[in-house]
Nanobody, 123 residues
Framework: EVQLQASGGGLVQPGGSLRLSCAAS????????MSWLRQAQGKGLEYVSG????????YYAETIKGRFTVSRDNAKSTLYLQMNSLKPEDTAVYYC????????????????RGRGTQVTVSS
């Protein structure tokens, strides 16, 4: 059974940082590209970032480019999202997701998505 558990969210002031983690199990983690998506209240799902199976290729949405960094530790089957210079508009539930490819997928298409972690950016 594929399991994806995101953690690390919380309340942070504008300009602050958070590091999200996603523990994966139930599939060969190092075979697949992984994605981060987010959904703000009342809005649709947004593809934020993707990373190839070995971390050699990454994708960032324009809204977060230069502020967020995606990485992975295949030995630990864990995906990360380092979020710096956070803005109120980054407030959302963040989800990690497994793709069906070894490379980041356009639009962030996925086959499994875990339960999210809430990130709230507010003073």
């Amino acid at each position: 059974e594929v399991q994806l558990q995101a953690s690390g969210g919380g309340l942070v002031q504008p300009g602050g940082s958070l590091r999200l983690s996603c523990a994966a199990s139930g599939f060969p983690f190092d075979d697949y590209a992984m994605s981060w998506l987010r959904q703000a209240q009342g809005k649709g799902l947004e593809y934020v970032s993707g990373i190839s199976w070995n971390g050699g290729r990454t994708y960032y949405a324009e809204t977060i480019k230069g502020r967020f960094t995606v990485s992975r530790d295949n030995a630990k089957s864990t995906l990360y999202l380092q979020m710096n210079s956070l803005k109120p508009e980054d407030t959302a539930v963040y989800y990690c997701a497994k793709t069906r490819s070894s490379q980041p997928v356009a639009g962030g298409a996925y086959d499994y998505r875990g339960r999210g972690t809430q990130v709230t950016v507010s003073s």
